[in-house]
């Protein structure tokens, strides 16, 4: 590639400058709360301390004293797993019949689909803790997967959906001349072929659960609450918080964030082959 | 050929368990919003039982529609949405293809630019209103200080000073006013998601087609017309994608709302929800109702606009 | 009911087991949901003490306060269970109580309910009986910079006048070199900038309801009241008061950037500048001060499974042993034992010498009246003890940051309030 016209020194300058600065941009937020995260309570209001301070412990070494850290965090991955599991455990066959065998009605079901995340959670709070509570589910991980399953349902069918549309229907056709059953198909012909899609796919859904921070905090107590629900916690407690606060939000993206940036050229690859090709 | 029926029915999971997730709510959601129904009441203890006998037509659904509030947070939703919706889509075009270009260092740059979309709204929310924007203990406050003071140093400087006295002192802006409060909620979402729509335009940049770019060249288009008739109806799709995830996520947005400013100024329709929630469960219900029906009204036209394009 | 049952009954049959299972099985395990303020958090350490006494494990759920009181509301309207222990305050006590949302608390004859201070006990009793045992309480008072005011050769005295006070906070205000005259509640919210207004309307002589419970925002001292809020904020606070609650304040004050704060009592404990000075809260000429009275109060919430254990934990946490236990702790000591709630608390001596704000937020507190008075029927100081008050102060509060920022003329804030607040109480059926 660039072959042509991008040999000039001003493009060879100014794109990287360019590109630095907004990237360092984008970050600096991040970065800022890190630092924030080591400075005590005190210091982090006082701008004689902006970026040179006697950094501390304390605040993370507070927060795993005070609050369980471990549990919130390790509910935060069981539910974010095994709702990312089982969204694509539905949307796989849904959107491979949708692909495949598509009925003049497949758009506007996915469409309908996409519609039911724009309905409002806060006006269906009440019943949906009172039915929660019927149920006996209030606080368990299988309540809280559930709901983070079907709130991410939609997106998860939709992207598969444009992903196994890219696969060639004669592939697909060829198996069911050779007598391949339908699961078959999808195991040993579908599932490898959109393998990058299908993990893209995932690691999207992986975050967005991670993330969610209406149900998550509302559904649940103690045994299933998430690590945002420790947010909720700490994001106003009396007194001066910005260390306090800044270590709790950096363990609790921490993860994600750093799983993101190993999962980054994953993520970049699987969404080439499939919507945004 | 084999039986097509089976492939329909797998289908039917998703479908059906999308339909109770959306049925059993939505339809608690409508009989609340026709029913008189508090969480507490002394005056009428009656009220506090969702029943039947408490019907009171669409006694609710004009309440809501008198309120000063409601076609405020209708405008605010859509001010929000379409605000972020713009600019993640420009910021992010932008930035694609800034770095789609090769350059020293580029995946680094990568990583920094992708990180903001894997941050917890509400930590988005705090970091931001306090420690950034806060008009005297955050960055801004304390950038404008520190301004201030060289302002004054300048004024002081001899043969030089009489220039700088012309300058006017640098005033902070308050990001939690009425008058600001839903332009801090617009900044801190377009830094979350403009990320994300860098990271679809930037997947769809590397497909597009160089030998056609590079004949374009030799033609002799210019970069502007290279970006205009080959770049931007590459682009078509990922941006009609990055519109519809977006409309779909931030006609939602509530935790920025609450943390801003307590919906003063920036109150939407889930946070004026949220309000009524507080006590009058018959009010936040037809106020979900019409939050609902917003939902599908941009629904409809987003497909107008965009669902070909998004289905094909 | 009978919509309520009939979603339920298609969906009820399955998980039935799961429910029960939770319940007991395990011995005690109490789940508290608190809000997350300094006291509560020592209250985790120092409460392993009574783990290893009584054996009852305790589950802590630390909430930001919107979000625990919509959670606990949530749980509490919809049959509660959820939660053994709750954290709520004086303007739910009350009417939670009223509602039979929480038990009443029945205490042994050692715990001495004579001791907790009778303004408390006033507040947190629905006709005599006592819903929710004081953890700790705080009424309102004025700090300022002792070394400022002398700079500038003013004085703010106790009960001192509202104008005396802007004349004073004019005299410190130096926002050149970052000092502003007056910080003061901003915030939205009935619990933020609510609380600070309706404490300077009632020292207007201005009241929330008449007697038919009929909203009076349009009245000529609410007017005056928010004139003056307005006007001394907006002339002598800092940029971007419309943002400022209790931690923004304490974090301006701190850096030494404000003059004068009027707030809870509690903030004298956080103070770094070894310069500040106390006053009685001011007033415009009526026999009401302009402080409020609040408490963070313990309640068992009707539905749980283990009240007896609860009202046990409740006991002993709000007991004068407890406050012994933090002050004899080796991390807290007597400068952080909880206040305003018991009178004994008062007459230590080891407290005395640690808090120096003690005999201030002593008298603030019995100042206060919650009770009815000739100036206002309802009972509450900060707050109206009526479930719709939340609401109504929601609306307010953003009317009156409205005003502050100047989007709105203090008039129309006050009209449009008038106005929400008469629907909210219209449709609350307090009158046609």
Redesign the interface.
């Known amino acids: 590639m660039g072959i042509v016209s991008e040999t000039s020194t001003f493009t060879k300058i100014l794109r990287p400058v360019l590109a630095w600065s907004v990237g360092i941009l984008f970050f600096f937020p991040i970065f800022w709360m890190v630092l924030t995260s080591f400075k005590t309570d005190a210091d982090a209001v006082k701008p004689e301390f902006l970026f040179f301070f006697t950094p501390t412990l304390e605040n993370y070494l507070n927060m795993t004293e005070n609050y369980d850290y471990w549990r919130f965090a390790q509910n935060s991955v069981i539910t974010s797993v095994f709702a990312t599991a089982g969204a694509l455990a539905v949307a796989i066959p849904c959107a491979y019949a949708m692909a495949f065998n598509p009925s003049r009605a497949t758009k506007d079901v996915l469409m309908w689909m996409l519609s039911t995340k724009m309905l409002p959670a806060a006006a269906v709070l009440y019943p949906m803790t009172f039915l929660t509570k019927s149920l006996g589910l209030f606080d368990t991980h299988f309540m809280v997967i559930i709901v983070l399953m079907l709130i991410n349902l939609p997106i998860v069918v939709w992207m598969l959906f444009t992903y196994f549309k890219e696969i060639p229907r004669e592939i697909i056709e060829a198996g069911q001349m050779d007598g391949v059953t339908t699961w078959g198909e999808i195991r040993e012909i579908l599932i490898p072929l959109a393998w990058g899609g299908i993990a893209s796919t995932a690691l999207l859904c992986f975050i967005f659960c991670w993330n969610e921070a209406y149900w998550t905090v509302r559904l649940t107590t103690t045994d299933a609450a998430t690590l945002s629900k420790l947010i909720e916690g700490n994001r106003a407690p009396e007194g001066l918080f910005f260390g306090r606060l800044s270590a709790v939000s950096a363990a609790a993206v921490g993860p994600i964030v750093v799983l993101g940036w190993f999962c980054q050229k994953q993520l970049v690859q699987g969404l080439t082959f499939g919507a945004v090709k | 050929m084999s039986d097509r029926r089976l492939p329909r029915l797998l289908q039917t999971p998703a479908v059906v368990l999308l339909l109770i997730w959306m049925i059993v709510p939505l339809s608690m959601t409508l009989f609340f919003s026709f029913i008189r129904y508090v969480l507490n009441s002394l005056r009428r203890p009656e009220w506090t039982e969702p029943s039947l006998s408490n019907w009171r037509g669409f006694g609710n659904y004009n309440y809501v529609l008198n309120n000063n509030d409601f076609l405020l947070a209708v405008q605010n939703s859509l001010l929000i949405v379409c605000s972020i919706v713009l600019l993640t889509v420009i910021l992010g075009v932008l930035i694609a293809v800034l770095i789609n270009k090769a350059f020293p260092g580029r995946s680094i740059v990568r990583v920094l630019l992708i990180s903001p979309f894997f941050v917890m709204p509400a930590v988005n929310a705090v970091l931001w209103i306090n420690m950034i924007l806060d008009p005297v203990l955050g960055l801004q406050g304390l950038a404008v200080e520190g301004l201030n003071g060289t302002l004054q140093n300048l004024r002081a400087a001899p043969g030089i000073g009489w220039f700088f006295s012309l300058w006017p002192e640098l005033q902070p802006i308050s990001f939690r006013a009425t008058q600001t409060s839903a332009y801090a909620v617009i900044i801190m979402v377009t830094w979350q998601w403009t990320p994300f729509a860098v990271l679809i335009f930037m997947t769809s940049l590397q497909s597009e087609d160089q030998q056609q770019k590079e004949a374009a060249v030799l033609d002799g288009a210019g970069v502007w017309s290279q970006f205009r008739f080959l770049t931007l109806p590459h682009l078509s799709r990922p941006i009609a994608i990055v519109v519809m995830i977006q409309a779909i996520f931030h006609l939602s947005l509530y935790a920025e709302i609450e943390i801003v400013s307590r919906g003063n100024g920036n109150k939407n329709l889930p946070y004026l929800i949220g309000e009524f929630a507080n006590n009058n469960i018959g009010a936040a219900s037809a106020t979900g109702i019409f939050a609902v029906i917003l939902a599908n009204i941009i629904a409809i036209f987003l497909l107008r606009m965009i669902g070909k394009t998004l289905m094909e | 009911?009978?919509?309520?049952s009939a979603?339920?009954g298609a969906?009820?049959l399955?998980?039935?087991?799961?429910?029960?299972a939770?319940a007991d099985g395990h011995g005690k395990e109490l789940?508290i949901?608190i809000?997350?303020?300094?006291h509560m958090?020592n209250m985790?350490k120092v409460a392993e003490a009574y783990t290893e006494a009584t054996g009852t494990k305790l589950?802590?759920?630390?909430?930001?306060?919107?979000?625990l009181r919509?959670?606990v509301?949530?749980?509490t309207?919809?049959?509660g269970?959820?939660?053994d222990v709750i954290n709520i305050g004086m303007q739910e006590a009350p009417?939670?109580g009223?509602?039979g949302?929480i038990e009443p608390l029945n205490f042994s004859d050692a715990y001495d309910v004579e001791d907790i201070l009778p303004a408390m006990r006033a507040g947190l009793s629905h006709e005599g009986t006592l819903y929710a045992a004081p953890f700790y309480g705080e009424s309102s008072m004025v700090m300022y910079r002792k070394d400022l005011a002398d700079a500038a050769g003013v004085t703010i005295g106790d009960n001192d006048s509202w104008d005396n006070v802007k004349a004073a906070a004019a005299a410190m205000h130096d926002p050149d070199n970052?000092v502003y005259g007056a910080c003061l509640r901003g915030?939205?919210?009935w619990g933020?900038n609510a609380a600070f207004i309706t404490t300077v309307a009632n020292s207007f002589g201005a009241a929330w309801f008449d007697a038919d419970m009929k909203p009076q925002l349009d009245s000529p001292e609410w007017n005056a009241a928010i004139n003056f809020y307005v006007d001394l904020l907006s002339n002598y606070g800092?940029?971007?008061?419309?943002?400022n609650s209790?931690?923004?304040i304490?974090?301006?004050y701190?850096?030494d950037?404000c003059g004068l704060w009027i707030d809870a009592t509690?903030a004298a404990s956080?103070l770094?500048n070894p310069n500040v000075a106390y006053a009685q809260s001011p007033n415009a000429g009526n026999p009401v001060g302009a402080n409020w009275l609040w408490a963070w109060a313990f309640a068992v919430p009707a539905g749980s499974p283990n009240a007896d254990a609860a009202q046990d934990f409740i006991e002993w946490a709000t007991s004068k042993e407890y406050v012994q236990a933090v002050g004899n702790h080796p991390e807290f000591g007597w400068g952080s034992v909880p206040t305003g709630q018991r009178a004994s608390t008062y007459d230590l001596p080891e407290f005395q010498a640690a808090a120096k704000f003690a005999a201030a937020e002593m008298a603030a507190i019995n100042s206060a009246a919650p009770e009815p008075t000739d100036l206002k029927p309802y009972v509450g100081v900060q707050f109206v003890a009526?479930?719709?008050f939340?609401?109504i102060g929601?609306?307010f509060?953003?009317e009156m940051?409205?005003a502050l920022?100047g989007?709105?003329s203090v008039e129309d804030a006050l009209a449009?309030s008038q106005?929400?607040a008469d629907?909210?109480m219209r449709?609350?059926?307090?009158y046609e």
């Open positions: 009911m009978s919509g309520k979603l339920l969906t009820a399955v998980c039935m087991a799961a429910s029960g939770i789940t949901a809000v997350n303020n300094g958090i985790q589950n802590w759920v630390a909430l930001e306060e919107g979000v919509e959670q509301t949530s749980d309207a919809t049959g269970g959820q939660y009417i939670w009223a509602a949302w970052g915030k939205p919210g933020d800092p940029p971007g008061s419309e943002g209790f931690n923004e304490l974090a301006l701190n850096e950037k509690i956080f770094e009526i479930p719709e939340p609401q929601v609306v509060g953003q940051a409205a920022t989007a709105k449009d106005k929400a629907g909210i449709e609350a059926g307090y």
